[in-house]
């Protein structure tokens, strides 16, 4: 069976420069980098007494890692408000957090090299647990200024709503 049903004759693998994020229905701005979405599954080392020296293996608890989100600073202020909803100061006694809506559904989307919406994961029960405004600064180098917020996360699951598409094919002009 092909990797690629759609697409048969495509043997190389998504790239991963492609991609964009969205929360709150809205693409995040200057998005440069995502950390990877990982599932760990604890493992339960059992054994009866009437047993072999060997040791029974069973799934335990499932937790998932944060995801690292980095941006270009721009006058844009997407993460600090949202990182305000987790713990913002100087609001009164109790009111540290905004109960009803600091956790948040992520959308990652990874596009083919033509553009086209390849996959697509929905990060369930976000919630930033860390906020980098801006990164060192240096007047001896020369680059972009980056921010970054971590997310914890309640698991992840790929859209399969999201359909392998055909992928374009344009002949080359002939030159002059």
């Known amino acids: ?25 809205a693409y995040v701005l200057g998005a440069a980098s995502v950390t990877g ?26 937790s998932y890692d944060p995801v690292t989100i980095k941006s270009g600073v721009t006058q844009d202020r997407t993460f600090h408000l949202w990182m305000g909803k987790v713990w913002a100061l100087g609001n009164q006694f109790g009111m540290e957090v905004s109960l ?6 992520v959308t990652l989307e990874v596009y083919n090299e033509a553009g086209q919406l390849a996959i697509a ?13 801006q990164a060192d600064l240096d007047a001896n180098t020369g680059g972009i200024l980056f921010q970054h917020l971590k997310l914890e996360n309640e698991g992840f699951a790929i859209d399969t709503s ?15």
């Open 121 to 133: 994961y929905t990060i369930y029960r976000c919630w930033p647990s860390e906020f980098q405004a």
């Open 1 to 25: 069976m092909p990797q690629f049903p759609v697409n048969p004759t495509r043997y190389d693998p998504y790239k991963n420069f492609k991609f964009r994020v969205m929360w709150d229905g």
């Open 37 to 62: 979405l990982t599932r760990k599954t604890e493992v339960i080392k059992h054994r009866a007494g009437g047993d072999p020296s060997t040791q029974h293996l069973s799934p335990g608890t499932t």
């Open 100 to 105: 009803k809506d600091f956790r948040k559904d």
């Open 162 to 176: 999201v359909p392998e598409l055909p992928e374009p094919s344009f002949v080359i002009p002939v030159g002059p």
